[in-house]
């Protein structure tokens, strides 16, 4: 009885936290609906974000002018527009104001590309969707804004290309 009791019990667990996990080939309602500000001033939302951009994949980049791992990579992200330039960056700061990013786009010369700022920070609907937990976040979008690579971070991971490479096919 005490055998079937925990085999109950893990398995209510096992549903009740599968149900909540985001599955990492769409977003949800939530992340769809979350807002984000672009360079204008206009509050805009992710699913707009999206259908602005829909037939072309996507590398979202998910950075902060104060992240050194950021800073880092944006050199490849570069590289990687040249590779597929019918690709789309989409690029979300995590920046503390709208100064320090927009500042942040000026000094590290990051101007090909959509541009976002998450004024929620961390706590955005879409970065507790996908669980943001370190940045930076890339992530490959197909064509009609599936999810087809849900995390690497580095813009070198070979991931990327790979994926970047499926969804020019």
């Not at 994949?57 to 998910?62: E, H, S, T, V, Y």
């Not at 930076?136 to 999810?147: E, K, S, T």
Request: aromatic letters at 12%.
């Amino acid at each position: 009885m005490r055998k079937i009791n925990i085999l109950i019990t893990t398995c209510i667990i096992f549903f009740s936290l599968s149900g909540c996990a985001q599955d990492p080939t769409f977003f949800n309602d939530a992340a769809l609906n979350d807002s984000f500000e672009d360079l204008n001033g206009e509050e805009v939302t992710f699913q707009s974000i999206l259908k602005a951009n829909e037939g072309r994949a996507i590398l979202l980049d998910i950075w902060a002018s104060w992240c050194k791992d950021c800073v880092v990579g944006m050199p490849k992200v570069k590289e990687l527009q040249q590779e597929f330039p019918d690709m789309v960056v989409v690029f979300i700061s995590l920046d503390k104001d709208e100064a320090s990013w927009k500042k942040g786009i000026e000094k590290f010369n990051i101007g090909q590309g959509s541009h976002f700022w998450a004024k929620d920070g961390w706590k955005s609907e879409l970065f507790q969707t996908i669980d943001l937990d370190w940045i930076p976040r890339y992530m490959v979008l197909d064509a009609q804004g599936n999810i087809t690579l849900y995390k690497a971070i580095k813009a070198s991971d070979k991931a990327i290309i790979n994926q970047l490479r499926k969804n020019r096919s």
